[in-house]
């Protein structure tokens, strides 16, 4: 049988998109299991406290403090879920495209006081060739994720010490990883000082039940399975005792 070019394109892109479902619906599983897990006890405190209260079984001051605890564990899961959705709010674009170097500056200067505020100091490095690329993901999807890995950064990072961002671009051969456009991609780098020890970091780069007991930060996780479904990757790993970083990078326009 003869096989047509087109064909096996079209084939090719409707794997390719397989694949990057996979790879978000792996992920968002985990979120699934890691909201599960965080409203479960909630839930049960206000259905046994409200239970008891419709049932007569508390009046007076009993009442008060049950509805007084009801509306605190209601709370704690309003918490959970806008946690969620701040780290899951990925807007299309809209206008011209804007260079990631322009993103990784407007990052910095928007969480520079955080910074200021925990003895941490934001150096985005914005003159390398790579900073003038734009990304196909949309400037508005970029600064999230540029945003979640400097508020990772700035969560693990030893007081007193420095957060270094840099931008270069690198070329991804075409066979790689067919879930990986090949071509120019922007990769933006992060590095940082650990405050914890090899061991306890490494735990709260992606696992979303070790980063929520760490403190309660699960961003990379979400951040990993958009990437993924842009066409790019991230990493975060320990490069030696005194230093750390976390990076992606995606897919460049043109």
Not at 74 to 97: C, F, K, M, P
Not at 139 to 147: K, L
Not at 185 to 194: E, I, N, S, W
Not at 215 to 243: N, T
Request: aromatic share 4%; with cysteine.
């Amino acid at each position: 049988m003869q096989t047509y070019p087109e064909h096996a394109q079209i084939a090719k892109l409707k794997l390719l998109q397989q694949l990057r479902t996979i790879d978000c619906v792996s992920t968002l599983v985990l979120v699934a299991s890691r909201v599960a897990h965080d409203i479960g006890t909630p839930l049960a405190v206000i259905a046994g406290r409200s239970g008891m209260i419709a049932r007569g079984e508390l009046v007076g001051d009993g009442a008060k403090r049950s509805a007084a605890i009801i509306a605190e564990q209601t709370e704690r899961i309003s918490a959970v879920l806008r946690q969620l959705l701040d780290v899951t709010r990925w807007h299309a674009s809209a206008g011209a495209a804007t260079p990631i170097g322009d993103i990784v500056t407007e990052a910095c200067v928007m969480l520079s006081p955080i910074a200021a505020e925990r003895n941490l100091s934001l150096n985005p490095g914005t003159s390398g060739p790579g900073a003038a690329l734009c990304v196909r993901a949309g400037s508005d999807c970029a600064m999230q994720i540029v945003t979640h890995l400097l508020a990772h950064a700035m969560a693990v990072a030893k007081p007193g010490t420095a957060i270094d961002v840099t931008i270069d671009a690198i070329e991804i051969p075409a066979s790689a990883d067919p879930r990986v456009p090949g071509g120019a991609h922007a990769r933006v780098t992060v590095a940082h000082q650990p405050g914890q020890a090899a061991a306890e970091y490494s735990l709260r780069n992606f696992d979303l039940f070790a980063a929520a007991q760490a403190g309660g930060y699960f961003g990379l996780a979400i951040c990993d399975a958009v990437v993924r479904a842009q066409g790019g990757r991230v990493s975060c790993e320990r490069v030696s005792e005194g230093a750390a970083q976390c990076a992606f990078h995606l897919p460049a326009l043109g």
